[in-house]
C-alpha cells in the first residue's frame, strides 16, 4: 500500500490478493447501460472479487429530492459488506480493508471510498490504474463469482462528512465556504448538458473537473501535483464537493484527501437536487 493509504497498486494487491484481511469490490458501471457493469464482471473480473452496484448497492431509488444517486439505505449497504466479508475494527479483531475498483478513472470506484468512510470505515483504498491496468500487467482475472461470507459489519455513520440542499443554500456565501463543482467545464459553463434538465451550476461554485484527478489511463497524478491543483483553495475553512448526482464528486474528495486537505463535505444530491427545488 502506497503511504497515501487511500491508494493501492496492482503490484500490491496482487502480493496481498489471498489475504483474509483484504477483500476487493468491483464497482465498474455505466451510465447510458446501467447493466453494463455487471455483464463486466460476470465475463471477467480481478480474483476473488465481489461486485457493487451504482444503482442498486451504492445509491437508493430517485424520488422527488436528492438528486439522481442518492445515497443507500445505510442498513442495507451495511448488510452487503457483510455478506461478502468486510469486518468493522473491534476489540477483537482488525478491520477488513476494502479495495475498490473500476474501468473509469476512479468515478465508482470513488464513491464506495468515500462512503465506506462515511459509514466511519477508514481501511478503504482505491486501485490505482482500475481494470485495465491491471489487465495490461497480465494478473489474474476470472468469471468464477465468490462465495458470500459471514463478517461483522457495524456503521459508525459519520455526518459531518455530508451537506444537505439547505446547508448548501445557506452556507454557500459565507466567508471560508468554498464550493466546487466537479464537472466538465461545458457543463459547468450551461454551454452543454446532457443528463440534467436545466444547465448551469450553483451561483458562486468553482470549477475543478474531476478529470483532471488521473490521467487518461485512470492513474492518478502524483501526490504534489494533487497538492498544486488545490493550491488556491486549500486554506478555505471549509470545502464543499458537488457534481451531477454525488458521484465523480468523490474523485475530487478523494484527491484532496491525496493533498492532505481534510475539511471538505460532499454535497450528495448535488447539481441533480439543487435544481429540483
Known amino acids: 500500500m502506497t503511504n497515501d493509504s487511500c491508494v493501492v497498486s496492482a503490484q500490491w494487491l496482487l502480493k496481498h490478493i489471498d489475504n483474509p484481511q483484504v477483500v476487493i469490490i468491483d464497482c465498474r458501471f455505466s451510465l447510458a447501460d446501467s447493466q453494463l457493469g455487471k ?19 451504492l445509491s437508493s431509488p430517485i424520488t422527488e429530492h436528492g438528486g439522481r444517486h442518492p445515497l443507500p439505505d445505510i442498513d442495507q449497504l451495511s448488510k452487503k459488506l457483510a455478506n461478502i466479508g468486510v469486518n468493522s475494527q473491534t476489540n477483537n479483531s482488525q478491520a477488513t480493508l476494502v479495495v475498490a475498483y473500476d474501468d473509469s478513472r476512479l468515478a465508482f470506484a470513488s464513491r464506495l471510498w468515500w462512503l465506506l468512510r462515511y459509514l466511519g470505515h477508514e481501511q478503504v ?17 476470472t468469471d468464477a463469482i465468490p462465495p458470500q461470507k459471514t463478517a461483522n459489519f457495524t456503521p459508525k455513520l ?19 465556504v468554498v464550493l466546487v463543482d466537479s464537472r466538465e467545464n461545458d457543463r459547468y459553463l450551461g454551454i452543454r448538458e446532457p443528463i440534467d434538465k436545466i444547465a448551469g451550476h450553483i451561483p458562486g461554485a468553482v470549477n475543478y473537473p474531476w478529470q483532471d484527478v488521473t490521467n487518461a489511463n485512470g492513474y492518478l497524478y502524483p501526490q504534489k501535483q494533487q497538492q498544486q491543483r488545490w493550491q488556491e483553495i486549500q486554506d478555505s475553512e471549509e470545502i464543499v464537493v458537488y457534481c451531477g448526482s454525488g458521484v465523480t464528486a468523490c474523485v475530487n474528495l478523494l484527491s484532496l484527501e491525496l493533498a492532505g486537505i481534510s475539511n471538505t463535505k460532499l454535497y450528495p444530491g448535488s447539481w441533480s437536487d439543487w435544481i429540483s427545488y
Open 158 to 176: 459519520q455526518p459531518q462528512m455530508m451537506v444537505d440542499f439547505s446547508t448548501v443554500k445557506t452556507s454557500k456565501d459565507t466567508p471560508g
Open 125 to 141: 483504498a482505491v486501485l490505482d490504474g482500475g481494470f485495465t491496468g491491471w489487465l495490461s500487467l497480465g494478473y489474474p482475472v
Open 39 to 57: 455483464q463486466q464482471y460476470q465475463t471477467s473480473h480481478i480474483s476473488g472479487a465481489y461486485y457493487l452496484d451504482l444503482n442498486l448497492d
